[in-house]
């Protein structure tokens, strides 16, 4: 029997510009696929358009030619490139979500965030909420009572038994999603696909088998395996991989302008320093030197990536 090729993808959310974490993460994705020989996809995942500019989604993808982490196919590089834009691609999500409706399997929600976060309202220990199903059993003539004040959400119902897999780096995990979420969003009252919903269907469609990502995505994994179940779709394998995180144990992110590409390429004229010292950081060197990124493909050991969160300093002396 003949294998598949590998087929990985990055699917950046163009919300501002790549930082240290995002790189991390791509570096890995690139490496994991392209040292089995495998290729990528780029798709660009601007499902919310307001916060995600056409401007951006350049920006990152010639920030990413920048630092020698190629792709394949999808967007910038395809005759059908906007069919990789996840805002072009509303229509096809909405077929998926009409065949979730047909089978009775989503119900509208008119719950607001203030409801759903109030005191009485069930949550874990890390402060998220699990939905109480507080819509689920609404007559006809409730949801077309509260229809007619606002426009509401939609909601898949899940169940009480347990979704496990086996995770690429961290291994077997499980998750019941009525213990642990509860009946979750697909689409919002704004008519936006929900990303659990929109990233099933578009990895099964363009035919990604292997999903590198960060572990703060780990908990999701069981969420969008129900919907690969439900719709029927191939699941890829799954490897998520650790956070790059700030000295005080806050996440990296574009909002705060955490070790950006704006700022990096301010004083790195190539990206060899940046790539090296993430390969050091991925476990692949033991220092950091100045690499391409198509020159760890030799050595590249999935094994070597630790499972614990990075931390890195404020500024990257060791790149100087």
């Known amino acids: 029997m003949e294998e598949k090729t590998i087929c990985g993808r990055f699917a950046p959310t163009p919300s501002g510009r790549i930082h240290l974490g995002n790189i991390f993460c791509s570096l890995l994705a690139w490496l994991q696929a392209k040292s089995q020989g495998g290729k990528i996809v780029l798709r660009i995942e601007d499902l919310d358009s307001t916060r995600c500019p056409r401007a951006n989604a350049d920006a990152l993808a010639a920030d990413l030619e920048w630092l020698g982490l190629t792709w394949d196919t999808g967007a910038y590089c395809s005759s059908n490139s906007e069919d990789y834009f996840q805002s072009r691609r509303f229509p096809i999500y909405a077929r998926y979500l009409q ?102 269907i578009d990895d099964a469609l363009m035919q ?29 394998q799954f490897i998520h991989v650790p956070l790059l995180i700030a000295p005080d144990g806050r996440r990296l992110a574009k909002r705060d302008k955490d070790l950006d590409l ?5 004083i790195y ?16 060197l033991s220092h950091p030197e100045p690499l391409k990124a198509e020159e760890l493909l030799s050595c590249f050991d999935l094994s070597k990536v630790p499972t614990h969160n990075i931390v890195v300093p404020p500024t990257l002396p060791l790149l100087k």
């Open 208 to 236: 990604i088998n292997q999903v590198v990502r960060g572990s703060d995505l780990l908990s999701s994994t069981p969420m969008q395996l129900y919907l690969y179940q439900l719709l029927q779709l191939p699941a890829p």
């Open 99 to 200: 065949r979730l409706e047909e089978q009775e399997l989503i119900y509208p929600c008119f719950c607001s965030r203030g409801e759903l976060h109030a005191a009485n309202a069930p949550h874990l220990s890390d402060g998220r909420v699990i939905y109480p199903g507080t819509c689920r059993h609404l007559t006809a003539a409730q949801r077309a009572a509260k229809s007619a004040q606002r426009s509401p959400a939609y909601r898949i119902k899940v169940t009480d038994s347990p979704i496990s897999f086996q995770d690429g780096l961290y291994g077997q995990y499980t998750e019941c999603l009525a213990q642990e979420c509860g009946d979750f969003i697909v689409r919002r009252s704004d008519g936006v696909y929900a990303y659990q919903l929109a990233v099933v």
């Open 262 to 266: 704006d700022c990096l390429r301010r």
């Open 269 to 284: 004229t190539s990206p060899e320093p940046i790539i090296g010292y993430l390969a050091y950081l991925a476990g692949q």
